[in-house]
């Protein structure tokens, strides 16, 4: 059975989880800003239906693809793994300590995931970009940055509860 995190292990956690928001909005954002400045820039043909037999569009696609499985697949194998072991401490944690151990393990298993996801994106606006893509590599880009919102803790009761679940298989 879990145990509930007390009120002072919440307000331990909170600034990290206040970063982790602050951190996948960013990388969310960036990838939208630089979408927007796109379509300023390449006008109509951003949005042309367009698919080019050329070895960077392509690239870009077999990316996007890898990428998404690696996103979900990746983070799931690290919090298989127990807290103490992806953060390169002694196992021999206390509860506290623990708690704070799976609180970074949440952190840094979202900004790989996150990270997986925003390079493949990032490459599909310069397809776009330097006019090798359009629409199919527009959307591709804006459909990864929207699956990096999984990883965002829009609740504190989610984030809790996600903390409790990695507790419990570390014990």
Do not use: W
């Not at 982790?20 to 820039?41: E, T």
């Not at 949440?106 to 990270?115: E, F, G, K, R």
């Not at 699956?147 to 829009?154: D, E, I, K």
Request: proline content about 4%.
């Amino acid at each position: 059975m879990r145990a509930m995190l007390t009120d002072q292990e919440l307000e331990r956690v909170r600034p990290l989880l206040r970063v982790l928001r602050i951190i996948i909005f960013a990388l969310v954002m960036g990838i939208f800003a630089f979408a927007g400045f796109i379509m300023v820039q390449r006008g109509n043909t951003a949005f042309s239906p367009q698919i080019k037999l050329e070895p960077l569009p392509l690239i870009a696609l077999a990316t996007a693809a890898s990428s998404v499985v690696l996103a979900f697949v990746l983070p799931a194998v690290l919090l298989q793994r127990r807290s103490a072991e992806v953060v390169g401490e002694d196992v021999s944690l206390g509860k506290r300590d623990r708690v704070m151990h799976a609180a970074q393990k949440i952190q840094t298993t979202s900004i790989i995931a996150c990270a997986l996801l925003e390079g493949p994106a990032l490459l599909n606006l310069l397809v776009v970009f330097q006019g090798a893509g359009g629409l199919l590599h527009l959307l591709l880009a804006i459909a990864l940055a929207l699956m990096m919102l999984v990883y965002f803790p829009f609740t504190e009761g989610a984030y809790v509860e996600r903390l409790e679940r990695i507790l419990s298989l570390d014990e």
